[in-house]
């Protein structure tokens, strides 16, 4: 059964609509350098991320998706990372195939589109700008711009107040269980990309409404009539 469509889609950046996972290695491996610690690479990073830069930063300490890094390292680490990512935000990352064609076709129907992110605003302003994706939103909330992110309900909330529609009638298009859980907890349907950041495991495991390969499939999967 497809979705009903939607008064509104919010859509979520890293592992949806970016995949910003060279950027986000090349600057781990770099802050890990500048503490003469062992470089994690690509492929580990990208089992990490999702969490906000904070988490990653953690994450890459430890070299483990769980548990917590010395607090007088971590202090130390953070500020190395955050000035290389400043300098390094869409030097590597691109967007995913059919993102560009799903926001057009998405600014063809008369729904409000928003962008929720657990990254910061300081870097996610930036890279929607420098991958020519920033006018298509009408509301960008990002991790630090309310007391709570996703996986709590706060931000898509925030955005439903903000555009004046109904939680019920609204739509997320995330990648990982963060989105669910958000999307579940705040009364929206969710539709998840299987390409993205979801710590290793199957996104279908937390029975989203539907999953695509493509953003362009948000097409087929929502009645758009």
Same mark, same amino acid.
């Given at each position: ?21 060279? !950027? @986000?290695?090349?600057?781990? *491996? $770099?802050? &890990?350098?500048?503490?003469?610690? %062992? ?24 070299? !483990? @998706?769980?548990?917590?890094? *010395? $607090?007088? &390292?971590?202090?130390?680490?953070? %500020? ?25 076709? @998405? ?119």
């Amino acid at each position: 059964m497809a979705i009903k469509k939607p008064d509104m889609v919010l859509i979520d950046v890293d592992g949806t609509l970016v995949d910003s996972v060279p !950027d @986000l290695a090349y600057c781990v *491996d $770099e802050m &890990l350098k500048a503490l003469d610690m %062992p470089v994690r690479g690509e492929e580990r990073v990208r089992h990490w991320v999702g969490n906000g830069v904070e988490r990653l930063v953690r994450r890459g300490l430890i070299n !483990d @998706l769980n548990g917590e890094p *010395d $607090e007088a &390292l971590f202090e130390k680490a953070i %500020p190395i990372f955050n000035d290389l990512y400043a300098e390094n935000t869409s030097k590597r990352s691109c967007l995913y195939p059919g993102v560009k064609e799903a926001l057009e076709f @998405l600014k063809s129907t008369d729904v409000k589109i928003g962008c929720v992110t657990n990254k910061a605003a300081q870097f996610t302003l930036p890279i929607l700008k420098d991958l020519g994706i920033a006018d298509y939103f009408e509301i960008v909330i990002c991790g630090d711009t309310l007391e709570k992110k996703k996986p709590d309900p706060m931000p898509l909330l925030y955005a439903a107040e903000k555009l004046g529609v109904k939680p019920e009638q609204s739509l997320m298009l995330g990648d990982s269980m963060s989105d669910v859980k958000a999307a579940r907890a705040a009364g929206f349907d969710i539709v998840c990309m299987s390409y993205g950041y979801n710590h290793g495991e199957d996104i279908r495991d937390y029975n989203p409404d539907a999953v695509v390969d493509s953003m362009d499939e948000v097409k087929t999967v929502v009645s758009w009539n």
